[in-house]
């Protein structure tokens, strides 16, 4: 059975494939247009779907996706509506976003941003910072969806004595240590007793530009913001305005409505923000299970068994 891998898992992953499911006829491609030749007759696509290789896989009956929210593909003509079984690595991601989360935080809470400043200028200036420090204990935590992740961030928020709510668009039962999860109409009120809100929300139709100028102004004077899940969610535009005049505290950002985020954007010159390249969740173990996720969902393929993770084309996750 042709299967095109076109993610680099490392060597073994492939090694691993042909040992195990010798049925199978692997085609590793190392570019896109490696993949366009190789995918015409092939049944099985794991790593990256891209609207060239959709075009020419007049076979393909499933793509194991590498990462988990694919709402890129949704502008590929005909996938929301083909046949293509699509399956995600979700869970994979986890523990380092809900980290970084918690990094971002503790940097805010501690000036880390400015000590850094300093630290380059060979600036040492103890009475800036004698009241420039946010405890953590009785800060309110606000949560834009309560899935892996923002379940993994409330169960770390416990461990600093942070108050912790969510909105959901499901309803859900609040994990431990999470006061209540309200429902998408009771985001604003949030808003207003969120002195942290973390954006773990995936980019929907109904999420695109949820958080704009008018629910910005809403929020508890002084909150900071991080997002880690999509750019969009919030207002780009809208949130550098309320970063200026300090609507907004600050802003830990790992996604962006434009990646990579283009050097004339405001952004790399606030002081109040802190930039990382989408790369909250890249951790050697974090491949590893996704790489074992594809595994598994290849030999349950070969089996005839349910598929872990089959996704829903028409949300994109």
Known sequence: MKTVVNHDFGAGFEHRLQADFPQLDIHRVHSTEQAVAAVADAKILVGELRPEIFAAAEQLEWHQYVGIGFNH??????FSESDL??????????????DHVFAGILAFAHTL???????????????????????????????LAMGDIGSAVAKRAQGFDMEVYGVDIAAMEPPPGVKAVWPLDRL?????ISDWLVITAPLTDQTRNLIDAERLRRLKPGCHIVIVSRGGIV????????LRGGVVAGAAIDAFTEEPLPPDSPLWELSNVIITPHSS????QLWQRRADIAYDN??????????????DKRLGY
């Open 281 to 284: 969740a890249g951790s050697p």
């Open 188 to 192: 604003d009120e949030m808003l207003a």
């Open 113 to 143: 941003p400015a000590l850094f400043c300093d630290q380059r200028n060979h600036v040492f200036d103890e009475t800036s910072y004698l009241t420039s420090t946010i405890e953590l204990p009785g800060t309110t935590m606000g949560v």
């Open 73 to 78: 593909y949704m502008a590929i003509p005909g």
């Open 298 to 311: 290849i030999r349950r393929y070969l089996a005839g068994e349910p598929l872990r993770f089959v996704c």
């Open 85 to 98: 079984v699509v399956t995600n690595c979700r869970e994979t991601h986890v523990i380092p976003m809900a």
């Open 235 to 242: 207002n780009e535009e809208d949130l550098i305005e309320a």
